[in-house]
């Protein structure tokens, strides 16, 4: 499957608390749009508080985003096809006007990519 993945940071002025509600109220659009941009699966994800994280016991760098989003589609065909649309692109423009009200999208992180699902 295509996916699209974003590490999220939030607006600086906005509580954890406020950026959830905010993230909730986004994903009912996303859940409206879901069928025009062909969305097949949507998952969200938050950290754990550090003081409240298992040990990975990996020396990795620090998780510094508030969330991840994650958006899978049937292929990348799918994914170009329904964005090309006049309904995909107003969805999109609808979508993208909310995201700014909660997201700080210039040190937001997204990626594209095919899922190889192992196990």
Sequence with gaps: MFKVIML???????????????????SQKVIAFKDILRIKHYAKTLPLPADNSPATQR????????AMGELWYESKEAF????NSPTG??????LKE?????VD???SVMWLGEEERIL
């Design 8 to 26: 999220v940071k939030k607006k600086d002025l906005l509580t954890q608390d406020e950026f959830i509600a905010l993230w909730q109220e986004h």
């Design 59 to 66: 020396k990795t760098r620090a998780f510094t985003f508030d």
């Design 80 to 83: 170009i096809q329904a964005r």
């Design 89 to 94: 692109q107003h969805a999109l423009a609808v």
């Design 98 to 102: 909310d995201e700014q009200k909660f």
């Design 105 to 107: 999208l210039t040190h």
